[in-house]
């Protein structure tokens, strides 16, 4: 028994000819009476006494109609209630306290612009908590400087973003035409956190020069180190771009550091086995066409 089948006989029970139940379902007189043939015989059974005129249902069709007629609304109820159920499902982006003041309002805003029917609900934690997320399943994609080596996760890169070394205009060091890695490292310095794919990032390089830094401030929060820089605490070192106004109102100065040019590449990341919807699509070509 086949739903085709279902529907053929209630259009047929709801017309009373084989002609009009035709026209209905915009098909040939013989495509309906091959249909219901075929459902008398998955059943054995008739139901409909035929004459020349029109056909009736029997007693066998009516017990028969009134087992379909719900399971048909049921599916009918199934079929509109999951129809759009992708659209209409907000997705879970995760990203880092740097992306969202760099790209993040930008993303949301072309995305919203062709996907107008989903929502997006942000969570803003740190690398190791969005891993964990999107691990358990509570997070669709997580966008983040760096990447997570796990072997269950897809990475695509993104954009490269510069990291500058900063400080207030009345540092020593912006005095000068250049510095070195050695003299960087004899001043108070502002870092992000443990763990966080920039810090990772610039202690490597540090390590290079077999040099190790002790900052006076770290945080996981890039606002509070790029204010504390302009308060003249210290050097932070942190994507460019974040500080680009500042920069651009003389409330910082990027210190040139000899041979220590260092970039992160952000990266769009999600389970390997993750259901790709059209709005999920749809979002990480948004993240790939909003790079840089």
Not at 17 to 26: D, F, G, N, V, Y
Not at 27 to 34: D, E, G, K, N, Y
Not at 190 to 205: C, N
Not at 270 to 276: G, N, P, S, T
Request: net charge negative; aromatic share 6%.
């Amino acid at each position: 028994m086949k739903i085709k089948q279902l529907y053929t006989f209630q259009a047929v029970c709801e017309e009373e000819s084989i002609t009009k139940a035709a026209e209905r379902l915009h098909t040939t007189q013989p495509a309906i009476s091959r249909t219901i043939n075929e459902l008398e015989e998955s059943l054995g059974a008739r139901l409909f006494d035929r004459s020349s005129r029109k056909v009736a249902l029997n007693e066998t069709g009516r017990l028969f109609l009134s087992k379909v007629i719900p399971l048909l609304e049921l599916y009918d109820d199934l079929e509109h209630t999951f129809q759009d159920y992708d659209k209409k499902t907000p997705l879970r982006l995760g990203v880092t306290p740097v992306i969202v003041n760099s790209c993040l309002p930008g993303i949301l805003e072309r995305f919203q612009v062709s996907n107008s029917d989903t929502d997006i609900k942000v969570t803003v934690e740190h690398e190791k908590e969005l891993e964990r997320l999107l691990l358990h399943h509570e997070l669709d994609l997580i966008l983040m400087e760096g990447i997570l080596e796990n072997e269950a996760i897809v990475k695509v890169p993104v954009a490269s973003e510069p990291l500058a070394v900063l400080a207030a205009p009345n540092h020593p060091l912006t005095q000068l035409p250049y510095a070195t890695v050695n003299e960087m490292v004899e001043y108070p310095l502002l870092f992000r956190e443990t763990g966080s794919s920039i810090r990772h990032m610039i202690d490597s390089a540090l390590l290079f020069y077999s040099v190790s830094a002790s900052p006076v401030w770290t945080s996981v929060s890039s606002h509070s180190l790029l204010e504390g820089a302009r308060q003249g605490f210290g050097i932070t070192i942190l994507p460019r771009r974040l500080a680009q106004k500042d920069l651009d109102a003389g409330l910082l100065t990027e210190i040139p550091v000899v041979d220590f040019n260092l970039s992160c590449t952000n990266h769009v990341m999600f389970l390997q086995d993750k259901y790709q919807t059209l709005a999920f699509q749809s979002l990480v070509n948004v993240i790939l066409f909003s790079a840089g």
